[in-house]
């Protein structure tokens, strides 16, 4: 029998190339939230999966955005290279069809503080390529430049070829005992990741400016006999924004509730009452000391 395998997986690229989504597929769990917009992840957050031969802890990060302003963007950038100089392998995540200076500038990066610890690049969204065969040059060309300690196409949408990167991390892992409980799924409280579920639809259901202005607090978070109560508090920045938010007789906030309690339910396996507020605080997004009292930075 082989030795058991456990260690930290730094899931790590620029933003929307799909490192949430691709680490929800690997935990065969949704924790993560994930929309079309960039820096919807905003913290670094681990992700549980333990298994008879290996426990896997993933670290998703907020995409490495270069020459982000204000409080916000440093805060996800700090997270992000912590994860990376801590972790046990690193997991590059880019998109087909090609790697694009962003990717470029990820690998120059990580280049510097990797060290002899192994890097894997997950090529993917292979699903959008209508035909399979250009992936091939792609492939031959990455594999030429000695980047990457194994290169994994695969699509984290449709599962495709997910079970083949797993294979490879745990092969990069070193031998080592599982260091979390084998029911435990994650670092953060079920209350983080309620507030998550709310953000996550105001990113999916909101145009540009609103996402960005929005944060969640979760006020109180009570077990109770037949069902899990929440309360929870959406901040924006501004009173036009708390009226988007809000929409017309209210249906703009009631639609973001419907759609995180079900996700909720769906984590929790238990029945959520979530009551929603909207409120306003001015200037949030770009202060150090607000931020930390709202529980950004790890
Ligand atoms: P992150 O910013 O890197 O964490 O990316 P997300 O996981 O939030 O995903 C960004 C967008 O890409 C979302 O709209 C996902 O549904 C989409 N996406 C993720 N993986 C795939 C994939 O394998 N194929 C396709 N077509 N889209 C994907
Ligand atoms: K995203
Ligand atoms: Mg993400």
Not at 11 to 37: A, E, M, Q
Not at 158 to 165: F, Q, R, T
Request: aromatic share 6%; glycine share 8%.
């Amino acid at each position: 029998m082989s030795a058991y395998r456990s260690g930290t997986i730094a899931v790590f690229g620029r933003p929307n190339v799909g490192k949430s989504t691709l680490i929800n597929r690997l935990l065969g769990h949704k924790l993560l939230i994930t929309s079309p917009k960039p820096q919807t992840t905003r913290h670094r957050i681990l992700g549980i999966k333990t298994t008879a031969d290996a426990q896997f802890l993933y670290l998703d990060t907020p995409g490495l955005v270069w020459g982000g302003k204000g409080a916000l963007a440093r805060q996800m950038d700090g997270a992000t290279a912590s994860a990376l100089a801590e972790a046990d392998c690193l997991v590059l995540v880019a998109a087909c069809p090609r790697l694009q200076d962003d990717d470029e500038r990820a690998l120059d990066f990580v280049k510097g503080l990797r060290g002899d610890r192994p890097l894997i690049l997950a090529l993917n969204k292979v699903d959008r390529m209508a035909h399979k065969e250009a992936l091939l040059p792609l492939l031959a060309a990455l594999a030429e430049r000695r980047i990457a300690t194994e290169i994994v196409p695969l699509s984290a949408r449709d599962g495709s070829n997910v079970e083949a990167l797993e294979a490879v991390i745990a092969r990069a892992l070193p031998e080592r005992e599982a260091l979390y409980p084998e029911d435990q799924l994650s670092d953060r409280s079920d209350r983080f990741v309620a507030a998550e579920f709310v953000r996550e639809q105001v990113f999916r259901r909101f145009a540009q400016e609103i996402p960005y202005v929005t944060t969640v607090d979760i006020e109180s978070f009570r077990e109770e006999k037949h069902l899990v109560r929440i309360e929870a508090i959406i901040y924006v920045e501004k009173e036009g924004q708390k009226a988007i938010l809000v929409g017309q007789g209210g249906a703009g906030l009631k639609a973001v509730g419907s759609a995180a309690r079900r996700a909720l339910e769906r984590h929790l396996g238990r029945k959520v009452y979530l009551g929603l507020w909207v409120k306003v605080r001015g200037g949030w997004s770009d202060d150090a000391r607000a931020l930390q009292s709202l529980g950004y930075g790890s």
